[in-house]
């Protein structure tokens, strides 16, 4: 598709009527959703030092990143989302969703108000499911968050030790 001389990928935003898009799975989720957007935050920069607890106590780490979107809602809380072009990755190994929402959570009291996570999710493009999800249920909020601080803390150790050897989810796909 060419837009205004631009080369952009065709992408199944309405979907056909074999499949849903992206934009349906969009405007359902919103739909669905009963607290209100007050304000969206699109390709919000998350940069600067976060803190990050973890076993033996808070740690602070550089963050230089980028948020999909951000949606502010009018009971103080925001919905985090990450669109993927893909499949969605493995909510029990991925890391910048949880990473994000921590970061997000630090950064937006800039805005003058407390802003705490109420739902965070991967809008994407392949798979069985549009929505996923980072955690089903307010209890299981904080494990991931807490699973996901830890697992950054130790990757970044493990770096600075000079181990970092390749762990591929997928061993078939790593030659």
């Not at 607890?53 to 948020?67: H, I, L």
């Amino acid at each position: 598709v060419a837009v205004t001389g631009v080369q952009t990928c065709a992408l199944p935003i309405f979907g056909s009527p074999a499949a849903a898009g992206l934009g349906e799975a969009v405007f359902r989720m919103e739909a669905e959703r009963q607290v209100p957007v007050v304000a969206r935050l699109l390709e919000h920069p998350l940069r600067g030092e976060f803190s990050f607890t973890v076993e033996g106590g808070t740690r602070v780490v550089p963050v230089n990143g980028r948020v999909d979107r951000i949606d502010l809602l009018g009971d103080g809380t925001f919905r985090l989302i990450d669109y993927k072009l893909g499949w969605p990755p493995d909510r029990g190994r991925a890391l910048q969703l949880p990473i994000y929402a921590l970061c997000a959570e630090q950064s937006l009291r800039e805005l003058g108000r407390r802003w705490t996570l109420g739902e965070a999710v991967y809008l994407a493009f392949k798979g069985p499911r549009r929505v996923v999800p980072l955690f089903s249920s307010e209890g299981q909020r904080g494990d991931v968050i807490a699973r996901a601080q830890q697992r950054l803390v130790d990757t970044l150790d493990a770096i600075g030790r000079g181990e970092f050897p390749p762990t591929p989810d997928d061993v078939f796909r790593c030659e």
